[in-house]
């Protein structure tokens, strides 16, 4: 079966601290593996696509990697605004499957 | 601004009622998604579309139906509402059915009272 887990459930990180949160995935034929931020009562915000093993992608604060089996979403430095939970998500066939999420508070 | 449009933003109906929720695609997208979140749940995926026609089901109840029209907006039925029902319903869209990245919409919140 599909399944897509992220851990921490929780993190709060003060403000500098850097961390990584964790995107583990078993697909069969993945097609992508994306990465979302989501304000409370918000629609999920694109943030990036990683296609194959090896991937990075970085903006800003933030750096996603990805391997045969996980992808990575480092956050360098954070600041408050970071504040959000972040979505992994991955497409096999027509669908994406998410995970549940990481909700990420930084102290200023 | 991620340019998907959802009307309306909130509702409240009662129990039993049926509801119409709206999703305007980006310009140029084909593809449209549809999501229920609920407090305690991630996102679940319920149905997607792709140039009017259906292209994969997830746990979408009976109960629930959509449909993608010629000019690609989307609307999501929803029919003898239970309280279990009220949830954020989101809608995304994507430029093709291949591996591109989906844009969400913001939202509507059903309430069931």
């Known amino acids: 079966e599909d399944q897509v887990t ?4 929780a993190l709060r990180l003060q403000e500098g601290e850097s961390s990584s949160l964790n995107c583990s995935y078993t697909v069969s034929g993945l097609r992508g593996l994306f990465w979302y931020r989501q304000d409370p009562g918000k ?11 090896g991937e990075e992608k970085e903006k800003e604060r933030l750096k996603a990697t990805l391997t045969k089996k996980e992808s990575f979403l480092h956050i360098t430095a954070p600041k408050p605004e ?4 972040y979505l992994c998500a991955v497409k096999t066939g027509n669908q994406f499957y998410f995970g549940t999420g990481t909700s990420l508070t930084v102290i200023p | 601004d991620s340019g998907v ?7 409240i109906t009662a129990t039993g009622q049926r509801v119409t929720l709206r999703c305007s695609p980006r ?4 593809s449209v998604y549809w999501y229920q979140q609920s ?3 991630g996102l679940q995926f319920l149905i997607h579309y792709y140039n009017g026609e259906e292209r994969a089901k997830g746990n979408i109840l009976e109960r629930f139906s959509a449909q993608q029209f010629p000019d690609l907006h989307s609307e999501l039925n929803l029919s003898s509402l239970e309280l279990g029902d009220s949830a954020l319903y989101f809608c995304a869209s994507s430029h093709t059915q291949g591996a591109d990245e989906a844009f969400f919409g913001q939202g509507t ?3 069931v009272v």
Do not use: C, I, M, V
Not at chain 1, 47 to 53: D, G, K, Q
Not at chain 1, 82 to 85: F, G, I, L, V
Not at chain 2, 5 to 11: N, V
Not at chain 2, 27 to 30: A, F, M, N, Q, V
């Open chain 2, 39 to 41: 407090l305690d749940q």
């Open chain 1, 43 to 53: 629609g999920p915000e694109f943030l990036f696509t990683l296609y194959s093993a």
């Open chain 1, 6 to 9: 992220q851990s921490p459930e």
């Open chain 2, 109 to 111: 919140r059903l309430t």
């Open chain 2, 27 to 30: 310009s140029g997208d084909l």
């Open chain 1, 82 to 85: 970071d504040s959000a939970t």
């Open chain 2, 5 to 11: 449009t959802q009307t309306p933003k909130h509702l």
